[in-house]
Each structure stands twice: as C-alpha cells, then as structure tokens.
C-alpha cells in the first residue's frame, strides 16, 4: 500500500513538473540537414534545464515562414519565435507592436546580453537606427563560390585553385564545356548572390541613403553600367550554354549537389547539405569579381536570418525565451553551429575558439565566409535594408528570368526592376512616415 501511494505520489509530482513548463513555440525555415541541426539545439537546451521546453516547427522557405508568421499574429496565434529572412529586416522593424525587441527581452529576463559579442556586420543590419537592438543574430550567411573539384581534373583545370575573377570563371566554363559538362556554372539566389552582395563586394551602391539604413526614401540603383554589364557577361554565358540557370531561391543547390552543375554561388549555409549530400570532392572560396573595379573585393553581404521575437506573450515566455537566447549565445555552442553547418559563427569568441581548435585547417575553405564578413565595411557595403524587399526580389526574379530567355537586354530588365522596386519603396515609405 505504501509502495502504491508513493508511486501515486511520484507521478503526481512529475504531472505537476510537466504542467509547469513553459512551452516556447519557435517556427523556422530549415530544412533538410538544417531541420536536424535545429531539432538537436532545441533537444539540447530542453534537455539543459526543466523549466521551458522549446518545440520548433517548420513553416516552409523563408517568404512562406514569414508570411504565416505575419497572418498569425493578426489572427492573435503568433508564435513566441519567429524566423525571418534577412530581407526581411526593414519589414519586421517597423511592424509596430508586432514584436518585443530582442535587447528589451533579454533585460526583462533577466540575463545578460552585449551586442558587443557579435560580429559587427552581423549586429549592425539587425541594430534600428536608435542603437537598439532589435533581433537575435541566429544562422547568419554570406554568399560563397563552391566547385566541384573532380569536375575540373577531369576538364584538365587545376582542382586546387579556384577561379578569383569573373573572366576566369569563363575561361574555366568553357572548359568544363569543352569536356562534356552540361552545366558549367549556376548560382542560387540570383537577386542576393548576383545583384545584392555582388554590389558589397564590389564597394558600389544597390540603392542611395547607404542602401536604406539612412532613410525610408532610399531608391534603387542597381542599374549602374557595372551592374549592367555583369549582367550582360551572364547573359552571353546563358547563350553559350557555360551558365544554366536553374530556378530562383536555393533551387540550384540540388544542381550543384548531384554533381550536373560544376561551379556554384551560393549560401555558405549550404554547406551542410553540400558536405551531407555530395559524391564528389569539394571546395569552398570567395566569390569572383571584376578586378578593374577600384576597391573591389570588399566585403559580401549578411544573408541568413535572425530570430524575432513576437510580442504580446507572458512574462514567463519572455524568460524562457531570454534563457534560449543566452544558451545559443554560448561561444561553444555558437563555434558547434558553425563547424556543422557553415553559417557563421556570429560572434568573434566562437570564431577565435573554432581557429583555435584546427577546424580551418582540417576543412580548407571553411573560414572563406567568416574572412569576407569580418572585414571593415564601408557606407556602401554594409548591407541591403529596404522596406518590401520581398517583393523586389520577386520583381528582380521576374525580370532577369527575361534576359535568360532572350526577351530582355540586360539594360532593359534591369531598368524596369529599379522603376518598378521603386514603387514598392515608395508605398512602404507612405504607410510608415
């Protein structure tokens, strides 16, 4: 009988235990390798502690994520933590009431927070123009050149060096050509890879006010005669059959990763997938650009996305959420998330800790993305924050996808996406003065 009331006893006090946890309910966007890495970090802080449990869900790619995000909130249903796309930024910021920014809750916590910690590139496109900090740097990428190294022995080109500049990146698709291969070279993201960081890289200007963190009434300029003239090279390359172009967002990286496609722009978030996925040997470098153009290489721009968090949750939701945040802060955890995955390690201890433990010179390549982000940036290069920078890119995809299909001149489609960006930025400055 005793055996029976202290077994009672024991499962009434776990019941309790389990009712007291608080459940932060955390959507995402990663998917395939990536949806592993954050089911681990997420089984990993649960099982670090018992008072919060954090289950995240996967909401389909970033526009999608964000959008169910958005229809959620207005349906008063938000999640605690949503993931957004760097894109993203300028939206979330000025989604007034919308969400909690991240330095506020780290305070309300309880726990310690520096956005010192961060890498400055990383801080300052999530940082609004007050100083403050308004989301939680979490799987930060740059945009990356990986080549298949098998690929070029067999087209004859030395598989230990990559290709600096784009009129090599030719010379060496016309080679893989020459030896049967069917897709030189490709890219994912053409809007962020080809267009957004290609301009940081380049030290020149996507759109004026410091490509919108000086002010709503920034406007686009992407249509300078460099812009349209990589653009031109690229279509040339298209007709050539030396760039095949394989669809918008990361749709290419499934090119890449079965071997079609020999040479590839993309995330250095791919990285996981790329080394989970692929038959081949591999590399990693910077990307290419046009050695003519002064100051170029300068830096690559921040991709990747931040967590925000939504407001309107209870005390103990902010909490566990702060203590979430503190737990990813960790520089072990950080340097873990960046060996694994190939995003960067967001803060300099991480980065100092993986250097230090040999992973750059066991894994050639993997600090390409680290080198191009920890550089000083410039006015020019600190990254793209613009209001209804989704749509943009849709109109940008909409109108190079002509230049690929020979509808369009280069000069043509670039012309028409910057006047008709600009009407974008210009409705979301009327609705947020």
């Not at 933590?81 to 939206?91: C, D, H, R, Y």
């Not at 991240?102 to 309880?110: L, S, T």
């Not at 081949?280 to 996305?305: C, H, K, R």
Request: hydrophobic share 40%; net charge positive; glycine share 8%.
């Amino acid at each position: 009988m005793k055996l029976k009331i202290a077994a009672l006893a024991l499962f009434s006090a776990l019941s309790l235990s389990a009712q007291a946890q608080t459940e932060i309910q955390w959507w995402h966007s990663m998917d395939g390798a990536l949806n592993d890495w954050v089911n681990d970090l997420a089984k990993q802080f649960n099982g670090s502690q018992s008072a919060y449990k954090v289950v995240p869900t996967y909401k389909g790619e970033y526009d999608q994520s964000m959008a169910a995000g958005i229809a959620a909130y207005r349906a008063g249903n938000a999640p605690d933590i949503l993931q957004v796309f760097e894109v993203g930024t300028a939206t979330m910021m000025y989604s007034k009431g919308a969400i909690k920014p991240v330095a506020e809750v780290m305070k309300d916590g309880g726990a310690k927070f520096d956005p010192k910690i961060f890498i400055p590139a990383v801080a300052g496109y999530y940082t609004a123009p007050n100083g403050q900090m308004m989301s939680f740097p979490f799987n930060s990428s740059t945009t990356v050149f990986y080549y298949n190294k098998d690929a070029f022995k067999a087209a004859g080109v030395d598989p230990e060096k990559a290709p600096t500049t784009w009129p090599e990146v030719v010379s060496i698709a016309a080679k893989l050509k020459a030896s049967g291969n069917k897709c030189p070279f490709t890219t994912s993201w053409m809007t962020w890879a080809q267009l957004e960081s290609f301009s940081t890289w380049h030290n020149v200007t996507y759109a004026s006010k410091n490509n919108g963190f000086g002010g709503l009434d920034a406007r686009l300029e992407f249509n300078s005669p460099l812009h349209v003239r990589h653009f031109e090279n690229l279509g040339n390359m298209s007709k050539q059959g030396l760039f095949v172009y394989r669809g918008r967002a990361s749709k290419a990286v499934n090119s890449f990763t079965t071997g079609e496609c020999a040479m590839f722009v993309g995330s250095s978030g791919s990285y996981a997938s790329i080394k989970r996925d692929s038959k081949f040997a591999f590399a990693e470098s910077t990307l290419p650009y046009y050695p003519d153009v002064p100051g170029a290489p300068q830096n690559t721009i921040i991709g990747g996305a931040s967590l925000w968090v939504m407001s309107g949750k209870p005390a103990d939701h902010y909490k566990g959420i702060a203590a979430f945040f503190s737990f990813l802060s960790d520089p072990k955890v950080q340097a873990a998330n960046h060996q694994r995955t190939g995003y960067l390690p967001i803060t300099m201890a991480a980065y100092e800790m993986t250097e230090k433990s040999g992973f750059y010179k066991q894994n050639p390549g993997a600090d390409v993305a680290v080198n191009q982000m920890i550089k000083k940036t410039t006015d020019k290069s600190r990254g793209v924050r613009l209001g209804n920078m989704v749509q943009i890119r849709a109109i940008l995809d909409e109108e190079t996808e002509q230049i690929w299909i020979g509808k369009k001149t280069a000069k043509e489609a670039l012309d028409d996406a910057v006047k008709r960006g600009n009407e974008q930025l210009a409705k979301f400055q009327a609705a947020n003065k």
